[in-house]
């Protein structure tokens, strides 16, 4: 029999583990074995080291985790470093999205003892957040019925989205602090009203000014195989939202050659696009969709309200999202629901993350990728982009090294927006900047970011949002003038 070690070397995807598991020579793998599937970061790795040196490596061991994450394998490498300073597996409860999730991931996560909901897809279209809103509440019922049985009392919640605080049942008996790395959070009216305290790493300047570039490549990286697949001389490409994922969109599509035409809502971002040979501008929503053969949302709204795709004439179209969930087509997708119900005019039927084909009462069809989800993320086994993900991963691991640090230091402010500490961000952002390497010369878009500002922790406060808390013992701070003139 091949050596489990070599089995999982030999092959690329994890779910083979799950495959070669059922095999009747299985040996069960030992939890350094599965911890070691996950990628290696150096940033995290160098954080761990730092840690140690200084002998602040916190004791997690009584945290229970709960929250929402894509489940990549990058993902894995932060669960494990949060093992590697004390917490246990089985008190890390964690809910994946459906259009993301590795499964391979979720299965070597499980396999360590970690709960883990893949992410429930829908059951009808348009229904992506009451499945997912369904998927956070049993994993609060779960978590919360194993803290009281194991008398735990300390809650770090680790969030990309806000279900996991808008759900949150009441914590009186706890002692709560969330990370949270997504700004929709910030526009919920519970997360707003909660009493949970949140550090704002969504809205910290390492994350908002450095991460978007490498998000828009890997983004535009998945998508490229299905621009291989559309006729340049034929083709409309519409884009709507002219925001970081939009313009780079825009960018790769006008300089790949593709007829583009853009809408944005706010009539600043409008003027502020420069009309080209292969770029033009809409003036309104409706102009877009009528004259595209594609249409990408890059907006984090749905741009399809109000707006019959169905009744649209003159030819073939396909619309898919860039963003999140299925916000971008929500109400297309329930007026697709709808007529699947009456059972009028539908020609395939449907996975709900599967595309969608339906004909228009005009006779053409309208395809809806991957059913409205975002069309780049493939849940495929392919390796997470490395630089972004270490950059964000570093980010999270010291915001939960800085809130464990704020929840044994007790209350120490009334705010309920914490800023991620300036002085994690300088922190984390120069182990990065190590690993950029020549990057950081060589490539004109890279030399563009601010990076070098990351060494001063008074500009970083006055780019990241939140209120500025210090707490004892702050391994992270090498810069006292600061903390004075920060008046901490
Ligand atoms: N899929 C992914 O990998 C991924 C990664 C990061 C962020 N996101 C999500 O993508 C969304 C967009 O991200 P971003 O960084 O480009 O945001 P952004 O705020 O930079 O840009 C959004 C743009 O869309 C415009 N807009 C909003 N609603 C519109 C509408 N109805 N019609 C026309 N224009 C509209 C806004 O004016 C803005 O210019 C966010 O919700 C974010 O959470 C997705």
Not at 60 to 66: C, N, S, Y
């Amino acid at each position: 029999m091949m050596p489990f070690k070599q089995h999982l070397q030999s092959t690329t995807a994890t779910s083979r583990l799950a495959i070669h598991s059922k095999s009747a020579n299985f040996s069960k793998p030992t939890a350094q074995l599965l911890w070691s599937y996950f990628p290696e970061l150096p940033v995290l790795d160098n954080i761990l080291a730092h840690l140690k040196k200084t002998a602040t490596l916190p004791d997690m061991k009584d945290v229970g985790f709960i929250g929402v994450q894509h489940l990549l394998p990058t993902t894995g490498s932060l669960f494990k470093m949060f093992t590697l300073m004390g917490a246990r597996p089985e008190n890390m409860f964690f809910a994946g999205k459906c259009y993301s999730t590795d499964p391979g991931v979720a299965y070597i996560l499980k396999q360590l003892g970690l709960y883990i909901i893949d992410g429930t897809k829908p059951g009808r279209l348009g229904e992506y957040v009451k499945a997912h809103n369904q998927d956070v509440k049993k994993l609060w019922e779960a978590f919360l019925d194993h803290c009281k049985k194991n008398n735990i009392k300390k809650i770090m919640i680790l969030t990309d989205g806000a279900a996991v605080i808008d759900y949150a049942p009441p914590l009186d008996d706890y002692e709560v602090i969330a990370v949270d790395q997504t700004r929709s959070s910030r526009y919920s009216m519970n997360v707003r009203e909660s009493r949970i305290k949140i550090i704002n790493v969504a809205q910290c300047a390492a994350k908002q000014l450095l991460e978007p570039l490498f998000i828009q490549r890997s983004a535009l990286e998945r998508l490229k195989p299905l621009f291989e697949t559309i006729d340049k001389e034929k083709t409309v490409i519409g884009v709507v939202g002219y925001g970081a994922i939009g313009k780079a969109l825009v960018k790769y599509l006008v300089s790949a050659g593709y007829k583009t035409v853009v809408y944005d809502q706010d009539p600043i971002v409008m003027n502020s696009i420069v009309v080209t040979r292969n770029l033009t501008k809409a003036n309104n929503l409706s102009y877009l969709m009528v004259n595209s053969h594609y249409i990408f949302g890059c907006t984090g709204q749905d741009i399809t309200k109000g707006i019959n795709l169905l009744a649209i004439n003159g030819w073939d179209r396909h619309i898919a999202s860039l963003t999140s969930e299925d916000k971008e087509v929500t109400e297309l997708l329930l007026n697709i629901q709808k007529l699947l119900d009456s059972d009028k005019g539908a020609t395939v039927v449907i996975d709900t993350m599967s595309d969608i084909e339906i004909k228009t009462s005009m006779g053409n069809r309208l395809f809806v990728i991957k059913a409205g989800l975002p069309c780049n993320f493939s849940r495929a086994e392919t390796p997470d982009p490395e630089l972004p993900f270490s950059l964000i991963r570093g980010l999270l691991a010291c915001a939960a090294v800085f809130g464990f640090k704020l929840l044994e230091s007790g209350d120490p402010t009334d705010s309920k927006n914490i800023m991620l500490d300036p002085e994690v961000q300088r922190f984390v952002v120069g182990l990065w900047q190590a690993e950029l390497g020549d990057l950081q010369q060589n490539d004109p878009e890279i030399q563009q970011l601010p990076i070098n500002n990351f060494q001063h922790p008074r500009w970083i406060a006055d780019h990241s949002v939140g209120t500025l808390v210090d707490y004892p013992n702050n391994s992270f701070s090498n810069n006292k003038q600061f903390k004075v003139m920060a008046k901490l």
